[in-house]
């Protein structure tokens, strides 16, 4: 960021019609697609938002809590030009001093606006401040505290609380993603309200099935804890697992989510499985064992999907936390994450081999490796009744790497064998601008396909509702 960077204020304006093509027929095609969409529900069934803000209902801290703290897209950019993350509020693991005045951090960001152009954070952001909160200033150094002062003022009105705002955003159905080890205390909170929003757990067991992790054995331990079940064995192991799904599932669960760094997913025999279990639990498991297990856990968490109808969840791909002095200061899932190759069609052979045409299993794949979309994963959905394509997502969360996702899918996997989107976002107010990029991305493409002559528009319209909503309905339900 520049400090002597002066601009002139400007307008904070919305061009209704953003994304949409520019060829003029097809853009008029693509304002009626998406003026038939634009206003459905939104199914946000992959995200990162706290139950306890919607258990709790307390008014949002202030508009950098909201709008820049949690929203590693925002921070990361700041960061990679100079700024340090204490000083954009991020909490320290040892408790070490951070910023804590809103306004201090919002001037920051403010200050860092012209680094978002061109990027979807600039599009989400434009459209929360914009919608939500009514600023009609774009942000910069000389505007900071006006747009902080008009959020801030808005926060404190009862129709900005977080209940009314997931009501006024046309809000569904909001999955969260959630441990093992979670009694999930605020979903059932939440379901025992007079409130009617609908939040649901996601069952995330990575936490315990990567048994090199630092943590994995207290983190067993307390698996034993929260299930009732001895975790002495792998076969305990295993039961107090099934436990926690169960529990998840009784709160509400729709699906689980595996977070692997690969899609290997090959089965070990039983003796195998015990032997590396006993050998984490001793302290004394290698690299190459942690790897196996974690690759034959992904086939047990499809084994029980199996049993118990969870729709499974799998976005294998990326190398977490690639800085460790940023972990060990920050903790997990703080921008420094790194996509990396995957071979799906070799790594999740064994799991599809068993359960790919099984009538209670379901899975929906992701990537941020924009190579495997023609070559593996549309072909493995074009043919598999059990799997469904997960949209872009993290990295590919963009206007263009949506529009190549469908222009990579469409001629193998069709349209309709997809999940919806995604929005996987911990930031809650951003939650219907993310949607409504996709929407508007999505009506520009059939747009394209009705000026092209290979959709009516009578289809087009119909195809533009089953993708918003039809098919993450439909993808998402429990199987059986």
Same mark, same amino acid.
């Given at each position: 960021m520049d400090p002597g960077r002066v601009t002139l204020a400007r307008p904070l304006t919305l061009d209704d019609d953003r994304i949409l093509p520019t060829e003029p027929h097809v853009r008029s095609v693509a304002r009626e697609?998406?003026?038939?969409?634009?206003?459905?529900?939104?199914i946000s069934m992959h995200g990162h938002v706290?139950?306890?803000i919607l258990a709790r209902d307390e008014a949002f801290p202030d508009p950098a809590q909201l709008l820049v703290v949690p929203d590693h897209y925002v921070t990361r950019m700041l960061v990679s030009q100079g700024a340090r993350l204490e000083d954009l509020g991020v909490l320290r693991t040892d408790g070490g001093p951070v910023e804590t005045d809103g306004r201090a951090i919002w001037r920051r960001f403010c200050a860092g606006w012209h680094l978002h152009r061109g990027t979807p954070s600039r599009l989400w952001l434009e459209q929360e401040l914009h919608d939500v909160f009514g600023v009609r200033v774009e942000p910069s150094a000389g505007t900071a505290d006006e747009i902080y002062d008009v959020i801030a003022d808005c926060l404190a009105r009862p129709e900005f609380r977080p209940r009314a705002l997931f009501d006024r955003f046309g809000i569904e159905v909001l999955a969260t993603t959630d441990s093992p080890l979670d009694d999930l /205390?605020?979903? &059932?909170?939440? *379901?025992?309200?007079?409130?009617?929003? =609908?939040?649901?757990?996601?069952? =995330?067991?990575? /936490?315990?099935? +990567?048994?090199? &992790?630092?943590?994995?054995?207290?983190?067993?331990? $307390?698996?034993?804890?929260?299930?009732? @079940?001895?975790?002495?064995?792998?076969?305990?192991?295993?039961?107090?697992?099934?436990? $926690?799904?169960? +529990?998840?599932?009784?709160?509400? !669960?729709? %699906?689980?989510?595996?977070? +692997?760094?690969?899609?290997?997913s090959r089965p070990l025999e039983a003796g195998e499985a015990e032997a590396i279990y006993a %050998? !984490?639990? /001793?302290? %004394?498991?290698?690299?190459?064992?942690?790897? !196996?297990?974690?690759? +034959?856990?992904?086939?047990?968490? !499809?084994?029980?999907?199996?049993?118990?109808?969870? @729709?499974?969840?799998?976005?294998?791909?990326? *190398?977490?936390?690639?800085?460790?002095g940023v972990h060990e200061l920050f903790g997990a899932d703080k921008g420094f994450d790194i996509p990396t190759p995957v071979d799906f069609v070799r790594g999740l052979r064994p799991l599809l081999q068993a359960f790919g045409r099984h009538p209670r299993f379901r899975c929906v794949l992701f990537t941020i490796d924009e190579t495997?979309?023609?070559?593996?994963?549309a072909p493995l959905a074009g043919v598999f009744p %059990?799997? &469904? #394509?997960?949209?872009?997502?993290?990295? #590919?969360?963009?206007?263009?790497?949506?529009?190549?996702? =469908?222009?990579?899918?469409?001629?193998?996997?069709?349209?309709?064998n997809g999940a919806g989107f995604v929005d996987d976002t911990r930031a809650f107010a951003s939650i219907p601008a993310r949607h409504d990029v996709a929407r508007r991305v999505d009506s520009g493409f059939l747009a394209d396909l009705v000026g092209r002559g290979q959709l009516r528009l009578d289809e087009a319209l119909e195809t533009a509702v089953d993708l918003t909503v039809t098919l993450p309905r439909l993808a998402y339900q429990r199987q059986g």
């Amino acid at each position: 960021m520049d400090p002597g960077r002066v601009t002139l204020a400007r307008p904070l304006t919305l061009d209704d019609d953003r994304i949409l093509p520019t060829e003029p027929h097809v853009r008029s095609v693509a304002r009626e697609i998406y003026a038939a969409v634009r206003d459905l529900p939104i199914i946000s069934m992959h995200g990162h938002v706290d139950a306890g803000i919607l258990a709790r209902d307390e008014a949002f801290p202030d508009p950098a809590q909201l709008l820049v703290v949690p929203d590693h897209y925002v921070t990361r950019m700041l960061v990679s030009q100079g700024a340090r993350l204490e000083d954009l509020g991020v909490l320290r693991t040892d408790g070490g001093p951070v910023e804590t005045d809103g306004r201090a951090i919002w001037r920051r960001f403010c200050a860092g606006w012209h680094l978002h152009r061109g990027t979807p954070s600039r599009l989400w952001l434009e459209q929360e401040l914009h919608d939500v909160f009514g600023v009609r200033v774009e942000p910069s150094a000389g505007t900071a505290d006006e747009i902080y002062d008009v959020i801030a003022d808005c926060l404190a009105r009862p129709e900005f609380r977080p209940r009314a705002l997931f009501d006024r955003f046309g809000i569904e159905v909001l999955a969260t993603t959630d441990s093992p080890l979670d009694d999930l /205390a605020d979903h &059932r909170a939440i *379901a025992a309200s007079e409130w009617r929003g =609908r939040v649901v757990p996601t069952f =995330r067991p990575d /936490a315990l099935v +990567h048994v090199d &992790r630092p943590s994995w054995r207290t983190d067993v331990e $307390r698996l034993a804890e929260v299930s009732g @079940v001895g975790t002495t064995t792998y076969e305990g192991f295993l039961g107090a697992l099934r436990q $926690r799904r169960d +529990h998840f599932v009784a709160c509400g !669960a729709l %699906s689980t989510d595996h977070g +692997h760094a690969t899609a290997d997913s090959r089965p070990l025999e039983a003796g195998e499985a015990e032997a590396i279990y006993a %050998s !984490a639990l /001793a302290g %004394s498991v290698t690299p190459q064992q942690a790897r !196996a297990f974690a690759a +034959h856990m992904l086939f047990e968490m !499809a084994r029980m999907s199996t049993e118990d109808g969870l @729709v499974m969840q799998i976005h294998p791909g990326v *190398a977490r936390d690639y800085d460790p002095g940023v972990h060990e200061l920050f903790g997990a899932d703080k921008g420094f994450d790194i996509p990396t190759p995957v071979d799906f069609v070799r790594g999740l052979r064994p799991l599809l081999q068993a359960f790919g045409r099984h009538p209670r299993f379901r899975c929906v794949l992701f990537t941020i490796d924009e190579t495997t979309y023609s070559r593996e994963l549309a072909p493995l959905a074009g043919v598999f009744p %059990s799997v &469904r #394509l997960g949209v872009p997502w993290w990295f #590919l969360d963009s206007p263009y790497a949506m529009r190549r996702f =469908r222009e990579a899918t469409v001629e193998t996997a069709g349209l309709y064998n997809g999940a919806g989107f995604v929005d996987d976002t911990r930031a809650f107010a951003s939650i219907p601008a993310r949607h409504d990029v996709a929407r508007r991305v999505d009506s520009g493409f059939l747009a394209d396909l009705v000026g092209r002559g290979q959709l009516r528009l009578d289809e087009a319209l119909e195809t533009a509702v089953d993708l918003t909503v039809t098919l993450p309905r439909l993808a998402y339900q429990r199987q059986g």
